[in-house]
C-alpha cells in the first residue's frame, strides 16, 4: 500500500555523494594530491564507506571516471550507430564517425555538471600510470575500437598502423581544443564557452581534414603508430 513518502533519492546515496565528492577533489588535485578525508567530509561519511563501496582510493578514481564516461557513451553509441548506417563511400560517413567520437565528448565539457571532467581529463596524461591503463582498457578501448573499424570501412586505401596513428591526433586534437585558445583563433566566433556547438564544428571538420589528408600516403607509415595515443595518456596499438 502507498505510504506517503516519497521514495529515496539514489542520487543522495553515500555512495553517489562520494563519487560526487571525489569528482571535485581528484579535479582539484589530482589522484596524489587528492585526500580521501576531504573526500568523505565533503560527503558527510566516513573512510570505512570508501573501503565498502570501492575498496581503495584506486576505486573511487575509477568510479568517478566511470560516471562521466557512462554519461557520454550512449550518445557516441547512438551517433556511431546512424554514421555506420550510411554506405562506406558516402562522403559525409568519415565526418559522421568523427562527430560521434567528438560531440559527446565536447558537449559534457560545458555542460554544468561536467565541470570536474574537464579538469579531470587534463589531468589525466599525468596520473599514475597503471591506473590510467586499467581506465583505459575497461572504458575507452572498446569504443576506440568501434570507431576505428568504422574509419577503416571508409578508408579502405589505408593500413591499420597508419589508421590507428591518425586516429591517436584526432583524439589528441579532441582533447587539447578546449584547452588551446590558439584552436580557436584558427576558427573566430567559436569560443568554447560561447558556442560549443561551433566548436564542435570546428573539430570536427579540421580532424577529418587531416584524416584524409593522412590517409593519401599510407605505405610505411606505421611508424609511431601509438604517437597520438600517447600525447593525451593512452597506452598505443590495438
Sequence with gaps: MPTGHSPPDASDSPKERLITAGAGEFAAHGF???SIRRVT????T???A????????????????QRFFDRIRPTRQAMLAEARCLPPNHPDRVDAILRAMIAPHLRLLYDPDGKDYLQLLSRFAVEPRAL????????I??????????????????DRPRLVRCFGFVAATMVAAPFDRGFEALFPGHAADA????????????CAAGLQYGARGSAGAGAGAGAGTMAVGLPPGE
Design 32 to 34: 596524489n594530491g587528492a
Design 41 to 44: 567530509a565533503a560527503a558527510e
Design 46 to 48: 566516513n573512510v570505512a
Design 50 to 65: 570508501v573501503k565498502y563501496y570501492f575498496d581503495s582510493k584506486e576505486g573511487l578514481y575509477q568510479a568517478v571516471v
Design 132 to 139: 590510467t591503463i586499467r581506465i583505459y582498457l575497461s572504458e
Design 141 to 158: 578501448g572498446p569504443v576506440r575500437q568501434d570507431l576505428i573499424a568504422a574509419l577503416a570501412d571508409s578508408l579502405p586505401q589505408v
Design 195 to 206: 558556442d560549443p556547438d561551433g566548436l564542435i564544428d570546428a573539430v570536427v571538420g579540421f
